[in-house]
């Protein structure tokens, strides 16, 4: 049986005022205008043994609930097995998310269950619109629009990896590009604005050079990594990183190598992560200081103290409130209260450990594999030299969210991603193992297909 794919695509643009997530604590960011229209955007390929679904939606999270609707809606409505529908987030933070970050952005019920209805909408559109096809596939390296964020000279990931989907008539019916690169872009330019950011404006290139066809993103390992700062200083240098992708997709495609359909495969399971309890005093320590500075609406030393650990950028955090030091320091304050009081609610009770969904497709020689996390570089390029394929996507922020996956050199230092990233996501602090069972797991996943 010759291959059949299908593409579909609903808008989620929101139409009511809701927040936009990521970017400070407490800032009630809710959006003003639309720059670029937000999207679910579906995928459906089969072949006579094998159907699976990837389904892109320009949210910054997503929850494991968003995930397990949109599947069973799917489900119920098409031949594709639950297991088999990968859902995935671009993280662009200036969109609503769905799944709770404590107070980051609240979550609108409402939207996040109308902006999973519109992804099921596509997918079922996806599928009822299959036709015959041919996959092929490119991998190239950009290494020069992205910096480690975390340390200096840090790993990046330059990988960027294309599935081309064909037509009969050799016209392209859709793309899967992935790349990694913190979304960030259109957040320093435009905070109150609705954007896809980078990923959004790659596909629209890609769209406009090759009519007809639709484009989907897939977040790599982009916990540490961000494109350059100087590309958020202008609208001229904010449309460079797109560009620069958009290029170095269609130069990769003149060396693309064919897929066999033949060998479609896909699967899911969940893996354990270890995690450490928090001591006592680390809880008590944050609501300490909280209560003491609320009370004194005292700002001495919080740059060293909660802003060396709750921000990367203190001095952005005040910009963000608006230029009040006092509004900045007194919201840290208050999201060290609310973190304390959900922990302490089961903190003696709870597992140290935590459950979470990892997973792979393949087409032939092409891998993809995801987790839920914010994934960092040195595991992703681990499971490159691990994975037995030439070309290997990652699909972070799929299926569900976790916060960041730090690696053994930030968990040690007590670092952001390490520290405060459970704070918000009400979890336990991940150690120096989580990172190489979860490389462990998702490297043998794919390579067993």
Not at 218 to 229: E, K, M, P, R
């Given at each position: ?47 006579a043994?094998?159907l ?81 096809v041919?996959l ?74 090759f ?47 064919s ?11 969940i ?64 999201f ?112 067993s297909?």
């Amino acid at each position: 049986m010759k291959p059949q794919a299908g593409v579909s695509r609903s808008s989620i643009t929101p139409t009511k005022p809701v927040e936009l997530t990521g970017w400070g604590y407490y800032l009630k960011r809710f959006w003003l205008d639309v720059h670029d229209s937000l999207n679910a955007t579906a995928i459906v390929i089969e072949n006579a043994e094998t159907l699976l679904a990837i389904v892109s939606v320009d949210l910054m999270v997503i929850s494991s609930d968003f995930t397990q609707q949109i599947r069973a809606g799917v489900s119920q409505e098409t031949s594709i097995p639950a297991a088999n529908i990968l859902v995935t987030a671009t993280h662009t933070h200036n969109a609503p998310a769905s799944g709770g970050l404590l107070g980051v952005g609240e979550v609108d019920p409402d939207y996040e269950e109308w902006a999973a209805d519109q992804a099921i909408v596509a997918t079922v559109n996806a599928w009822k619109s299959r036709e015959p096809v041919s996959l092929s596939i490119a991998t190239t390296e950009v290494a020069d629009l992205t910096f480690n964020r975390t340390r200096l000279a840090g790993p990046i990931d330059p990988t960027l990896t294309t599935l081309q989907i064909q037509r009969g008539d050799d016209s392209t019916l859709a793309f899967v590009v992935g790349f990694q690169g913190h979304p960030t872009i259109t957040t320093n330019l435009r905070p109150s604005s609705i954007s896809r950011d980078v990923p959004g404006e790659l596909c629209d290139h890609l769209e406009r050079v090759f009519p007809g066809s639709t484009a989907i993103y897939l977040q790599g390992a982009c916990g540490d990594v961000n494109f350059h700062h100087f590309y958020g200083d202008s609208e001229a240098s904010a449309s460079i990183p797109a560009r620069s992708l958009c290029f170095a997709v269609i130069e990769s495609l003149l060396k693309r190598d064919s897929l066999d359909a033949s060998q479609i495969a896909a699967h899911s399971e969940i893996v354990q992560l270890p995690t450490r309890r928090w001591t006592l005093e680390e809880i008590q320590h944050d609501r300490r200081e909280a209560e003491q500075r609320l009370n004194d609406r005292d700002l001495s030393g919080w740059k060293e103290t909660i802003g060396r650990v709750m921000t990367t950028r203190p001095h952005e955090m005040i910009a963000r409130h608006g230029g009040d030091e006092w509004k900045a320091v007194a919201a840290m304050c208050r999201f060290n209260v609310e973190w304390t009081d959900r922990m302490l609610v089961d903190y003696e009770t709870r597992h140290e450990w935590l459950e979470t969904e990892i997973q792979a497709m393949r087409m032939g020689e092409f891998g993809i594999i995801g987790n839920s996390s914010e994934f960092f570089t040195s595991l992703a390029l681990e499971i490159r030299e691990r994975v037995h394929l030439p070309h290997v996507m990652l699909a972070c922020y799929s299926n569900g969210r976790i916060g960041y996956l730090p690696d053994a050199y930030d968990v040690e230092r007590k670092t952001y991603a390490a520290y405060q990233s459970p704070k918000y996501c009400n979890q336990f602090p991940f150690t120096a193992e989580s990172g190489p069972v979860m490389v462990a797991a998702m490297s043998d996943l794919l390579n067993s297909l």
